[in-house]
Each structure stands twice: as C-alpha cells, then as structure tokens.
C-alpha cells in the first residue's frame, strides 16, 4: 500500500497530530496537562487516541503515581520519527496559514527552532 495513506492511518486526525504536536515540543505527556492544552478534547476520545498511538507503537506509557493510577506519555523510537513531520507541519502553518503577529506569539511560544527563520 501507500506509504502516506498508512501514515495518515495512525495520525491523520485532528486529535492525534496535536498530542503528537504536544511530545514534539517536549511539552508534558501527562494526561491531565494534554487534555488541558487540546481544549475541547472529550476524556474519553483522548484517552482513546492515546490508546491506539500506544498500540501503534508510537508512545509509551508509564506510571508516575499507582494510587489513584495516573500515566504519563512520551514517544518511542518510531514515534520519534514523527518529530520532523510535525517540525515540518508547523513550519507550512506557520509560513502559510498565519500573519506576522501570529507566527511571532507562535515563535515566542514554541522557540524559533521549532519552525526557523521567517
């Protein structure tokens, strides 16, 4: 099959790109602040969207606290890999989609490593 159909397979919805958008830039994998930072997520469809990026192997979980249990998620190797799409996938946004003012409050949030130069 297609390579790019496959892919779009695990990451193509909305959602998904955005908890990967969150790990890309290192910001924290831990449930509560990923259901804080994508505004508008159910519990329910996050928990399910970190449950299928866990079975295909692009993010693991691991326990901060057993009583009451909360997880914590951060990419693997194969998710990893994912880094530079998500790089480059900001960079469009952030060339074509935004006015100046936009993309400078976007660089002052995120770095200007994460997209480069203007």
Excluded at 13 to 19: F, Q
Excluded at 75 to 80: A, D, I, Q, R
Excluded at 99 to 105: E, G, I, P, S, W
Aim: net charge neutral.
């Amino acid at each position: 099959g297609c390579p790019i159909a496959g892919t779009l397979d695990i990451i193509g919805d909305r959602w998904t790109i955005l908890i990967l958008r969150d790990l890309t830039l290192e910001r924290s994998g831990k449930f509560k602040d990923l259901q804080a930072s994508l505004r508008g997520i159910s519990p329910n469809l996050l928990a399910s969207r970190l449950k299928r990026l866990e079975a295909a192997g692009v993010l693991e979980r691991s326990f901060y606290s057993q009583h009451p249990p909360r997880a914590a998620y951060q990419l693997t190797e194969k998710g990893e890999g994912l880094r530079d799409v998500v790089r480059e996938m900001a960079r469009w946004g952030a060339k074509y989609q935004l006015d100046d003012q936009q993309r400078a409050d976007f660089v002052e949030a995120v770095g200007e490593g994460v997209i480069g130069p203007a």
